[in-house]
């Protein structure tokens, strides 16, 4: 079985600052690593996955996170953040074997930006 | 861009109704699930559909719990006999074939049962 933990469930940041959302994951098996946004009365949309490689992944709106396997971790990372970024933030993780298909969320982290 | 649809946006219903949630996934993709957030909590995965059968399902997508493919382009989840913890955001997603591992997710459709 799979989980996810957000340990940030909000995330205030002034426009302009960086920001770090975190996210660690337990698996006995390998993963696949998503974060998703969704944006007010908005469905999820996918923002950057990891699924092999590179351990940097790059995504849309500026975002990128870093897999870390020692570290069971895949926090997503923004230079700069706009008012167009609050949103909620869910990391999610899949088993990369074929036939399994579940994705295991999150609790979410809801970034605020204060203008 | 192709999207997952789902309709109705919001749905209420009195407890113990049937109701059906409906899906229309991006056309060509072959896997198709159902996923659920109760307000406040994480989003849960129910079900997973392939070839025309379930291929996953959770604890929580018990026989109250049916889904269907009744046509080529419709994917619907029919809670039978709604109870009050049934009320929760619903999702539709899709996945395309091999190598397309991300799932796209519908807007959802929030379910209130009263």
């Known amino acids: 079985a799979q989980s996810v933990t957000q340990l940030d469930s909000q995330v205030p940041v002034f426009e302009e600052a960086p920001v770090e959302l975190r996210c660690n994951y337990s698996s006995s098996v390998s993963v696949y690593l998503f974060w998703y946004v969704q944006y007010p009365n908005q469905g999820l949309q996918l923002l950057l996955k990891y699924l092999s490689g590179s351990t940097l992944v790059k995504g849309i709106n500026g975002f990128e996170a870093e897999f870390n396997k020692s570290q069971t971790s895949f926090h997503l990372r923004k230079p700069s953040v706009h008012i167009s970024d609050t949103a909620e933030y869910f990391c999610?993780?899949?088993?990369?074997?074929?036939?399994?298909?579940?994705?295991?969320f999150g609790t979410g982290t809801r970034l605020t930006i204060i203008p | 861009e192709p999207e997952v649809t789902q309709t109705p946006s919001h749905q209420v219903t009195q407890m113990g109704q049937e109701v059906i949630l409906r899906c229309v996934p991006i056309s060509n993709h072959l896997y198709f699930y159902w996923y659920r957030q109760i307000l406040g909590q994480k989003v849960e995965f129910l079900v997973s559909?392939?070839?025309?059968?379930?291929?996953?399902k959770s604890e929580i997508f018990d026989d109250q719990f049916s889904v269907e493919r009744p046509d080529g382009s419709n994917f619907t989840l029919k809670i039978r006999s709604t109870k009050l913890e049934d009320s929760a955001m619903y999702f539709c997603?899709?996945?395309?074939?091999?190598?397309?591992?991300?799932?796209?997710f519908g807007q959802g459709t929030r379910l209130t049962v009263v």
């Open positions: 999610a993780v899949k088993p990369s074997n074929f036939g399994n298909e579940k994705l295991t």
């Open positions: 997603a899709s996945r395309g074939k091999q190598g397309g591992t991300e799932a796209f």
């Open positions: 559909f392939y070839n025309n059968e379930i291929s996953e």
